[in-house]
């Protein structure tokens, strides 16, 4: 039986490109051959060839931005990034084409279209993005991970956010937190995203401030570019801790966690909802549309997660909420147990069994 061939449009970030490869290798489990198309600029340069996925790249600016020049480049960059994914669409030649955030699915989806290619889109945020809402009107299908992100149609379906299967099988709650001490709390912070320097500098300052009866541990994960000034600020409040650049084994350090302090991309929140697991979560303030302050929301309306907005964070505030958890610990597992409840294990499956059937139609 010949190969049908699908072409995957995901880049920039790993809130893009992870979940695409989680939907890429279940369409390859499927029987299906995976293209994908990026820039040359983004996170997929580096990740995808190591998947074995062939990477086709095409030139594009990003359309927001500052500068009387810059705008003026905008159409012709457009233009130029158009003809060359019109010759990728030739090339590859696939049965569909599957959108999933970053610079390159714009022109991508615009090239589909005119080949009259059925075009797919997920939406991985609570508000969609600027490629999406311009792409929306030309594709066959609209997924999200959120519920109610675009205006209601037929053609949107709610398939939750692709999730790494090793991540979707760690062991349940119940069992994690059921033999876990009492003056004990296992904290994990992902500060190493984009502008997490307050975080690095909060918690030390908040973990300086407590009574030595409390134990905690943290797990700083702080970024390559901030590693020297982490371990400074750790050592300034003179606050024990095991401060790394990257975690590699995320199961392992979920496992480990009684709670998490983090950002709000879509990714990290359904991840979260995966696992089942307390967290903290502080959006990036400057996320675009703040989109990140609407997916934090999707757990801490449902009291899976603690919301706390960065103009509001302090240390004393910080440790209020630590302390609620050491004094009624019994919240940590309902917390871990409703995030668990709002995850969708089934994600990339869906997006999968969308694109299969959209190749058959």
């Known amino acids: 039986m010949q190969h049908k061939n699908i072409l995957i449009m995901a880049g920039g970030t790993g809130g893009h490109v992870y979940p695409a490869l989680a939907v890429a290798e279940n369409l390859r489990l499927k029987g299906f051959k995976l293209f994908w198309l990026g820039t040359s600029h983004g996170l997929e340069k580096k990740i995808v060839p190591n998947y074995g996925y062939p990477l086709h790249k095409i030139s594009i600016v990003s359309i927001r931005g500052k500068g009387f020049l810059r705008l003026l480049l905008v159409p012709f960059f457009l233009i130029i990034s158009l003809f060359q994914a019109l010759i990728i669409m030739i090339k590859v030649r696939p049965v569909v084409v599957l959108g999933m955030g970053g610079f390159a699915s714009g022109p991508g989806g615009i090239a589909a279209w005119i080949m009259r290619i059925?075009?797919?889109?997920?939406?991985?945020?609570?508000?969609?993005?600027?490629?999406?809402?311009?792409?929306?009107?030309?594709?066959?299908?609209?997924?999200?991970?959120?519920?109610?992100?675009?205006?209601?149609?037929?053609?949107?379906?709610?398939?939750?956010?692709?999730?790494?299967?090793?991540?979707?099988?760690?062991?349940?709650?119940?069992?994690?937190?059921k033999n876990r001490e009492s003056k004990l709390l296992k904290v994990l912070v992902l500060g190493g995203s984009q502008g997490a320097e307050k975080l690095n500098k909060i918690i030390p300052e908040t973990l300086h401030n407590?009574?030595?009866?409390?134990?905690?541990?943290?797990?700083?994960?702080?970024?390559?570019?901030?590693?020297?000034?982490?371990?400074?600020?750790?050592?300034?409040?003179?606050?024990?801790?095991?401060?790394?650049?990257?975690?590699?084994?995320?199961?392992?350090?979920?496992?480990?966690?009684?709670?998490?302090?983090?950002?709000?991309?879509?990714?990290?929140?359904?991840?979260?909802?995966?696992?089942?697991?307390?967290?903290?979560?502080?959006?990036?303030?400057?996320?675009?549309?703040?989109?990140?302050?609407?997916?934090?929301?999707?757990?801490?309306?449902?009291?899976?997660?603690?919301?706390?907005?960065?103009?509001?964070?302090?240390?004393?505030?910080?440790?209020?909420?630590?302390?609620?958890?050491?004094?009624?610990?019994?919240?940590?597992?309902e917390m871990a147990i409703k995030a668990r409840k709002l995850s969708k294990p089934n994600a990339s499956n869906n997006v999968a069994k969308l694109c299969v059937e959209t190749s058959y139609a």
């Not at 600027?130 to 594709?139: D, S």
């Not at 991970?145 to 939750?160: A, L, Q």
């Open 118 to 177: 059925p075009l797919l889109i997920h939406e991985q945020n609570a508000i969609a993005g600027l490629t999406n809402k311009l792409l929306a009107p030309f594709a066959s299908s609209i997924m999200t991970s959120f519920p109610r992100v675009f205006k209601k149609s037929n053609k949107i379906i709610v398939t939750g956010n692709p999730t790494r299967e090793d991540i979707k099988n760690i062991s349940k709650p119940e069992q994690r937190y």
């Open 210 to 333: 407590f009574d030595r009866k409390y134990i905690i541990k943290i797990k700083h994960q702080c970024g390559e570019r901030n590693l020297s000034g982490t371990h400074e600020i750790y050592a300034k409040y003179n606050v024990a801790a095991e401060i790394i650049p990257f975690i590699e084994d995320m199961v392992g350090a979920y496992m480990w966690a009684d709670i998490v302090i983090c950002r709000a991309g879509a990714s990290t929140i359904f991840e979260l909802a995966a696992c089942g697991i307390a967290s903290i979560l502080i959006p990036f303030p400057f996320a675009v549309d703040d989109h990140q302050v609407r997916n934090a929301e999707y757990l801490a309306n449902n009291d899976a997660a603690i919301l706390v907005e960065e103009s509001e964070l302090s240390a004393k505030k910080l440790k209020q909420i630590l302390l609620d958890f050491f004094n009624t610990p019994e919240l940590l597992i």
